[in-house]
């Protein structure tokens, strides 16, 4: 069945492969972004995630397109890593803002359509750093801990609405993200890695869109790691 589809930061790396995998399937894919362009085929609509208007004019638009979400997948994500004595104030909730808070306004203005329809299946992307932890990342770790937390709350509170809320923990991913560390950051990264090698976006894509299936019903409140082994399914 073709559903109506929103992937948030849907322009770039895991977000784009997403969009991608989502609309090869038949979904009608609305796709979010602020910088560069969305795949052919799906309709861009310009969001920035931190701001709670432009979340609700995305939901507003990709529903006027496509009919009310269906899918919902929370994508957009940024980085501000340092140590803690030199990490502001505002590098942490600059970090929360996006990461977290973004994917909390992103699933309240489309779980109304869902609920309304009593269908819906959401996909938060989190990160295999969020149960492991990592030097420098205090922020980044603590708003995709905070995904996993918000995932399982909401999957209680929709269980019986026909809603799945779902978390997918990526690995070491090759993307814009990973691009900008140093080629012995890299390497020391992928020592960590069982599999010993980056997954390709399309590779978490595939997991998500796993998730969005009509017949995952069944899985709520999970958290799928896609990580090579990183994090040994915690
Ligand atoms: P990229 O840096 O390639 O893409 C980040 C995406 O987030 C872009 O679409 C970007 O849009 C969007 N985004 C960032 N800030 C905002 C904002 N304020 N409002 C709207 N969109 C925003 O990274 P990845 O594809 O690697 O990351 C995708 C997700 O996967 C992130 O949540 C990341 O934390 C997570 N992840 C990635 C891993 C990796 O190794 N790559 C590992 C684990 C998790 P724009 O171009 O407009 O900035």
Redesign the pocket.
Known sequence: MSRSALV??????????TAVCLADRGDRVAA?????DCPEGTLPVR?????GA?VERAVKEAAAAHGPVEVLV??????RDRLLFSMTEEDFEATL???LT?AFLAAKHAARGMIRNRFGRIVF?????ALSGEAGQTN?AAS?AGLIGMARSLAREFGGRGITVNVV???????????VLTEEQQQKLLGRVPVGR??Q?GE?AAAIEFLTRDDSGYITGADLPV?GGMGMGH
Do not use: E, F
Request: charged share 20%; hydrophobic share 35%; net charge neutral.
């Open positions: 948030i930061g849907g322009n770039r790396g895991i977000g784009r492969a979010t972004y602020r910088t560069g969001c920035d995630v931190t701001s432009d929370v994508n957009a994500g940024v980085t803002r996006t990461n973004g992307v989190s990160s295999v750093v980044y995709k923990a990526p690995g070491v991913t090759d993307t814009d993200m990973v691009a980056m997954a976006p978490v990580d």
